[in-house]
DNA sequence: ACCATGATCCGCT
DNA sequence: GCGGATCATGGTT
């Protein structure tokens, strides 16, 4: 499967997040394949008060001012790490957190990746495998490494999955955040056991 | 001081 | 089984 052009992400960023429901995001680890489908994201826009780039470019947040296509990796609460994608054009600072994923493939080697992380020992189960958005990076290995990776031509991809009819997509606030809690940036497919929250 | 979190504990149904 | 409080832990500004 080809990841998908880079004319998909330089789109507006609430159109960009919709879309990515339903998609496959694809990581290769040596001759292994670890697959999800993306099944709950947050929108991170331009004048977005909740969004890390509000404040402009910093060491910790230059990669979301990239151009559309690459992945933004932070670490947060001194030990957790969330991946974004990035959308629109380079300077833009806008993207969108992958929140939840359902596990398609290699979920052998995302239950190591999460047992290795010593924190996988409650709830050993299925649904808790990826359904937060640090759940996710632990079971697919991601980290400070993959922070600027370019989904067009690395080691992590997102390739067409199965359309998400828009009847069973939901939005809602996001989740965690202070600021801007009105704007409804959430979007999730409804009834999917591994989005995080209703 | 503040975090775009997750695991655990505790008091309830 | 749940929902809410609490804590673990360290980088960023």
């Given amino acids: 499967m080809k990841p998908l052009p880079r004319s998909f992400y330089l789109r507006p960023t609430?159109?960009?997040a919709r879309d990515l429901l339903g998609k496959h995001i694809v990581r290769n680890v040596g001759t292994k394949l670890l697959i999800g489908k993306i099944?709950?994201?947050e929108a991170y826009c331009?004048?977005?008060p909740a969004s890390h780039a509000f404040r402009g470019r910093t060491?910790?947040?230059?990669v979301m001012f990239l151009e559309g296509g690459h992945l933004y990796v932070y670490f947060t609460y001194g030990m957790h790490f969330c991946a974004n994608i990035v959308t629109?054009?380079?300077g833009d600072g806008e993207a969108v957190l992958i929140r939840a994923v359902e596990p398609l493939g290699g979920i052998e080697l995302m239950t190591k990746n999460r047992?290795?992380?010593?924190?996988f020992h409650n709830q050993q189960s299925l649904i808790n495998l990826t359904n937060g958005p640090a759940k996710f990076c632990q079971a697919f290995g991601i980290a400070r490494r993959q922070n600027g990776l370019d989904l067009l031509d690395s080691e992590i991809s997102i390739i067409n999955g199965t359309p998400i009819p828009s009847k069973i997509m939901k939005c809602s606030s996001?989740?965690?955040i202070q600021h801007a809690v009105e704007k409804k940036w959430r979007f999730y497919i409804k009834g999917n056991p591994w989005v995080s929250r209703k």
């Fill in 14 to 16: 609430l159109q960009v």
């Fill in 39 to 41: 099944v709950e994201v």
């Fill in 46 to 48: 331009k004048g977005d």
């Fill in 59 to 62: 060491m910790r947040n230059s």
């Fill in 88 to 90: 629109g054009k380079e």
């Fill in 115 to 119: 047992i290795l992380n010593h924190q």
């Fill in 174 to 176: 996001r989740i965690g």
